[in-house]
């Protein structure tokens, strides 16, 4: 398996990688795409994503963390939560947000980067690399991140809708890190992720499977009968302060 120290090639944090032949290939660079020097994600996931992004604009990634820290990151979240407090989650842009139990019903926690507890941090690490990996292959402008530990209650659902707001989000790139060991078919609360009237994608709140999409796909949150924990966050093309 390809692994991104095992190849000398280049000095930088860029290396040049071929892709096999079976893969999609990018409209602007032949069989090549530009792969972050993989630290922290095994070089072909990274291929993977950029695959699926450019076919479909969303990417199941199961196991993008292992079990073990998937869980110590969870264990961070309800620790939070149990000294913190979660709050209703809002609707709509910041400034006139509004909660709507109607439209959403989970509970968030905003991380602070900055701050974060240590397996927390080690996601918002990974992220940061998808975000260079992203920008390079496809020139999307992003330049930060803001993310919320997120809890949806059994019962709990956010129906359809859109992530990039209409009137100038900076939101253009979703994702969504599932914490829940064990999820079965029948505790519902999938992400369902639509192409005009059909289900693109069904995703189920596994464990360490991150789920990545376009703001603009319309998606949603069906009925969970578990509690459903995750760390939810969006790609900005702004910085925030
Ligand atoms: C959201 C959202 C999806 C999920 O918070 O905007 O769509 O699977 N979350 O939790
Ligand atoms: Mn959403």
């Given at each position: 398996m390809a692994n991104a120290s095992a190849c000398p090639c280049y000095p930088n944090d860029v290396r040049l990688v071929h892709i096999p032949n079976t893969r999609v290939k990018s409209k602007s660079l032949g069989s090549l795409r530009y792969i972050l020097t993989a630290k922290l994600m095994n070089i072909m996931d990274v291929t993977d994503l950029l695959d699926a992004f450019e076919k479909d604009g969303f990417y199941e990634w199961r196991?993008?963390?292992d079990t073990a820290d998937a869980m110590a990151v969870r264990t961070e979240l309800l620790e939070t939560e149990q000294s913190n407090g979660f709050k209703q989650a809002a609707i709509g842009k910041q400034g006139e947000a509004m909660v709507n139990s109607g439209q959403r019903s989970d509970t968030i926690h905003w991380i602070a980067a900055d701050s974060a507890a240590p397996y927390t941090a080690q996601v918002l690490e990974k992220l940061s690399e998808i975000i260079t990996v992203l920008n390079r292959n496809?020139?999307?402008?992003?330049r930060d991140f803001e993310c919320h530990y997120t809890h949806y209650p059994p019962g709990s659902f956010y129906k359809?809708?859109?992530?990039?707001?209409?009137?100038?989000?900076?939101?253009v790139v979703s994702f969504v890190l599932y914490l829940n060991?064990?999820?079965?078919?029948?505790?519902g609360g999938e992400l369902v992720i639509y192409e005009g009237s059909s289900e693109a994608a069904v995703i189920r709140p596994q464990l360490g499977t991150l789920a990545i999409f376009l703001s603009e796909k319309e998606h949603e949150v069906l009925i969970t009968a578990r509690d459903r924990m995750s760390i939810t966050g969006w790609l900005l093309t702004e910085s925030i302060l």
């Open positions: 196991n993008f963390q496809f020139y999307l402008g992003i359809r809708h859109v992530d990039r707001h209409r009137s100038g989000s900076s939101r060991a064990d999820w079965q078919l029948d505790d």
